[in-house]
């Protein structure tokens, strides 16, 4: 099964920027990056894994929460197999580990997948935006 590595992440000044990288390896034999949808999630202190951002990758479809709408962007890079999250305008409230999640491989992609089918993660990044 395919691994994820992230980073990007620190200390930001509120309405700062970030951007996150999410390094997708080890595909078994017959799979390849675009057999994949992405998504990228936050947990914020004491709460529970939220997902603020998905991309199919075969065609770069994108979803957002509502709460980071307009402030965050998902993209990809198929020859360097890496999904990366552009955070702007960076809150208070956006603090929290940010963590990579793969679902798939599919041949048909669910759009969006449901929380259900990330099933294999990142160790997560640590994002700390300051008032």
């Known amino acids: 099964e395919v691994d994820l590595v992230e980073s990007g992440g620190g200390l930001v000044q509120a309405g700062g920027s970030l951007r996150l990288a999410c390094v997708v390896s080890?595909?078994?034999?017959?799979?390849?990056?675009?057999?994949?949808?992405v998504g990228w999630f936050h947990q914020g202190p004491g709460k529970l894994p939220e997902r603020v951002s998905t991309i199919i990758v075969e065609d770069g479809t994108t979803y957002y929460a509502d709460s980071v709408k307009g402030r965050y962007t998902i993209s990809s890079d198929g020859a360097k197999n890496t999904v990366y999250l552009q955070m702007n305008v960076l809150k208070p409230e956006d603090t929290g580990v940010y963590s990579c999640?793969?679902?798939?491989?599919?041949?048909?992609?669910?759009?969006?997948?449901?929380?259900?089918?990330?099933?294999?993660w990142g160790q997560g990044t640590q994002v700390t935006v300051s008032s």
């Open positions: 080890r595909f078994p034999l017959g799979d390849i990056f675009d057999h994949y949808a």
């Open positions: 999640a793969a679902a798939g491989p599919y041949r048909v992609v669910p759009r969006p997948p449901p929380d259900g089918e990330f099933r294999r």
